[in-house]
Nanobody
């Protein structure tokens, strides 16, 4: 079992920045990769960025060059971050942290990011 808790969402003006954090606890040594998804009303949840246990990252085209995913480990917790710069109105969504563990996917509760004009 892995537990995920996100933080850092909020309201920001277009062009601004936010940093999301996710703390993973539990069976962290079985985590193969962690990532961020987002979902806005009427749309499917979509991958934003991910990082695997080797530190290899993937960033999806809509946010490439603006968002950066990174990770760290501290004792019994894994942390994954999403630095979001040059935010656009279309980045408004609920952002979910996710962990892949031996073929299973775990989710956090989500954090709202709202970009205003």
């Amino acid at each position: 079992q892995v537990q995920l808790v996100e933080s850092g969402g909020g309201l920001v003006q277009a062009g601004g920045s936010l940093r999301l954090s996710c703390t993973a606890s539990g069976n962290i040594f079985s985590i193969n990769a962690m990532g961020w998804f987002r979902q806005s009303p009427g749309k499917q949840r979509a991958l934003v960025a991910s990082i695997d246990r080797r530190g290899m990252t993937n960033t999806e085209d809509p946010v490439k060059g603006r968002f950066t995913v990174s990770a760290s480990r501290d004792n019994a917790k894994n942390m994954v971050y999403l630095q979001m710069n040059s935010l656009k109105l279309e980045d408004t969504a609920v952002y979910y942290c996710s962990a892949w563990v031996n073929g299973l996917r775990y989710w956090g509760q989500g954090t709202q990011v709202t970009v205003s004009s």
